[in-house]
């Protein structure tokens, strides 16, 4: 079985106590049963405090203190699980975050996620075209799933990399051509027709307004308290201020290399998981309009500090990732209102670029 992930997966390395936004502080971790077994039975005084940190059940958790902390994470923010027992015995979701995991037939996909701000860092500062590389590991089940649509949408994938790549095309212009292009293969999908479809340019499209759709944003269910008011704040600024954006663009041309490198992650996180569901469309309108919201939020971080750093926008996409990607309530309503919203049909989200 072979493991395919980015090219840049094997930079990533846990920052630890340097990391300014804990993944241990705020999330309720859950233990996998193996090392909650291990963890009912290690001995002595660490092992007492181990099992007073950790609510077990189905599954087992460690159990946030009164300052939403992970128990056994210490006052210099490094992890006591790690320090008393080695790194091999923490549990999975603990070893293996930001890393995300997709299973097919001998073959196994993974990357970083961008709810991590040393993932963020790595992957806004990509220079070079995405590559990947493979290695041998032993063999890991998956669901069922049509072979032929598989290959189908891994042709698919390629071909949607390779047009946010081409430097000679406009961003927003690409966007517009990856969503139309996902508009077609879904019909292919529905009608059980696997045309080699081509990207061409959308040129002739109507503007919409997106602040319907800036809105909706508001009413997710947040993790950080804060996130919602900071929302609002952004789309009253970037409302006010829209006739600035031409010269944000000019002053900054380190962005469209970010927002290309968070479109390409988008594109491999997602796209193969239609696979399972057949839902192509809504993967590649939620990569467009997490693109939008993050280049208003960039935005509206120049506006208002008169600058725009790697590490300003590695904190924007990190909390946007947090909020969205990593909630399944929200991604499952962002998912449900590309079917009930005519604000979030193909051609709205078209028209907001």
Not at 102 to 128: H, P, T, V
Not at 193 to 217: A, G, R, S, V
Not at 282 to 288: D, G, P, Q
Request: with cysteine; net charge negative; hydrophobic share 35%.
């Amino acid at each position: 079985m072979k493991l395919r992930t980015p090219t840049y997966f094997n930079e990533f390395h846990c920052i630890a106590d340097k990391c300014k936004d804990c993944c241990c502080i705020g999330w309720e971790i859950d233990i996998d049963k193996k090392s909650a077994d291990f963890y009912k039975n290690v001995s002595g005084e660490f092992g007492e405090k181990l099992r007073k940190s950790i609510d077990f059940g189905s599954p087992s958790h460690f159990a946030l203190n009164d300052k939403n902390r992970c128990p056994l994470l210490n006052n210099k923010n490094l992890c006591e699980v790690y320090i008393q027992l080695g790194e091999d015995k923490m549990c999975d979701i603990c070893t293996e975050h930001p890393r995300y995991y997709e299973w097919f037939n001998n073959l196994k996909e993974g990357g970083i996620g961008l709810c991590c701000e040393e993932a963020g860092r790595i992957i806004l500062s990509q220079k070079k075209p995405f590559t990947t590389i493979e290695k041998e590991i032993p063999f890991e089940d998956a669901d069922t799933y049509d072979m032929e649509l598989f290959n189908y949408l891994l042709n698919c994938r390629l071909k949607i990399i390779s047009h946010i790549e081409n430097t000679e095309k406009n961003f927003n212009l690409k966007i517009r051509n990856i969503l139309w292009y996902a508009y077609t293969i879904q019909l292919d999908i529905d009608n059980d027709m696997l045309d080699d479809e081509e990207i061409f340019d959308i040129i002739d499209y109507e503007k919409t307004d997106i602040t319907p759709i800036l809105n909706f944003y508001t009413t997710l269910d947040p993790l950080n308290p804060d996130w919602i008011p900071y929302l609002k704040h952004s789309i009253l600024i970037y409302n006010n201020s829209q006739n600035s954006l031409h010269n944000f663009e000019k002053q900054n041309p380190q962005l469209n290399n970010y927002l290309q490198n968070i479109a390409i992650y988008f594109i491999w996180r997602y796209f193969l998981k239609a696979t399972f569901d057949k839902d192509v469309l809504s993967k590649v309108e939620f990569l467009a309009l997490s693109i939008a919201l993050i280049k208003i939020l960039f935005f509206c971080q120049w506006l208002e500090n008169k600058t725009l750093t790697l590490e300003d926008c590695t904190e924007i996409v990190k909390n946007f990732s947090k909020e969205i990607e990593y909630s399944e309530d929200n991604l499952q309503k962002i998912e449900d209102i590309f079917y009930d919203s005519t604000d979030f049909s193909i051609n709205n989200i078209i028209g907001i670029f």
